[in-house]
């Protein structure tokens, strides 16, 4: 399987733990994309990356959330102190340079439950 | 307001029959993309059509078309000949201006295939 894999699918944490996702775009795709998606919602933008330096981060994007891809290959999600309004599925998105339409090709999601 | 806005919380059509699910945008932008994404329960967003600001022609992929009218800035998907397999979210989507960007998406519309 050559698609966005994401790992681990599901997470249930206690509050104020700490949690890390990790997300493995296809292997020629320089851009990197997190979303957030709650209940109900479309996915929201979180952080991009252009190989391993992150362009753009949302306002959604506290303190306690970063983001790394240390080597332009995977990326890392952590959230510190988890509360239970981080509760959502994360989407991770990755898209090659110069595609004819930028779209976006997206992995399964992490699906996070914060008791 | 908005940037997209998709107004149907949920369709029903039964098999076989075709279904328009709808979508408006707001951008100052001249230069953007239109996505339609199809989320099953699974929780993958699966790209279904693509349609540029300056394409002249309507987007077509299989069963999938995108009814774009540039001056009412609306952007509809039409499913023709509705299949069970097609019962899910669908979400439209934006991307401004050229080169990169993230994707802001409407709440989605939630579609249901009856036999």
């Known amino acids: 399987d050559t698609g966005v894999s994401q790992d681990p699918r599901h997470k249930i944490t206690k509050r104020g733990q700490n949690v890390t996702f990790r997300c493995d775009p296809i292997?020629?795709?320089?851009?990197l994309y997190w979303y957030r998606q709650t209940l109900g919602q479309g996915p929201e933008f979180l952080t991009y990356?252009?190989?391993?330096?992150?362009?753009?981060k949302s306002r959604l994007l506290s303190d306690r959330f970063s983001a790394e891809r240390p080597k332009g290959s995977f990326s890392t999600l952590e959230i510190q102190r988890t509360e239970q309004g981080d509760s959502a599925m994360y989407l991770c998105?990755?898209?090659?340079?110069?595609?004819?339409?930028?779209?976006?090709?997206f992995g399964p999601g992490t699906r996070l439950t914060v008791l | 307001a908005q940037k997209i806005t998709q107004t149907q919380p949920g369709m029903f059509v039964q098999e076989k029959e075709a279904v328009t699910l709808d979508c408006t945008y707001d951008?100052?932008?001249?230069?953007?993309?239109l996505f339609w994404y199809k989320q099953p329960s699974s929780g993958e967003m699966i790209f279904l059509i693509y349609?540029?600001?300056?394409?002249?022609q309507n987007a077509t992929e299989g069963r999938y078309s995108l009814n774009f009218q540039k001056a009412r800035k609306s952007a509809n998907l039409v499913i023709s000949a509705s299949q069970l397999g097609d019962s899910a979210m669908y979400f439209c989507?934006?991307?401004?201006?050229?080169?990169?960007?993230?994707?802001?998406f409407g709440k989605g519309t939630m579609l249901l295939v009856s036999p």
């Open positions: 998105a990755s898209s090659p340079r110069g595609g004819p339409n930028n779209e976006q090709f």
């Open positions: 292997s020629e795709h320089n851009r």
């Open positions: 990356f252009q190989n391993e330096a992150q362009l753009e």
């Open positions: 951008t100052s932008d001249q230069s953007y993309g």
């Open positions: 349609q540029g600001s300056y394409d002249e």
């Open positions: 989507a934006m991307r401004e201006g050229r080169g990169y960007s993230t994707l802001t």
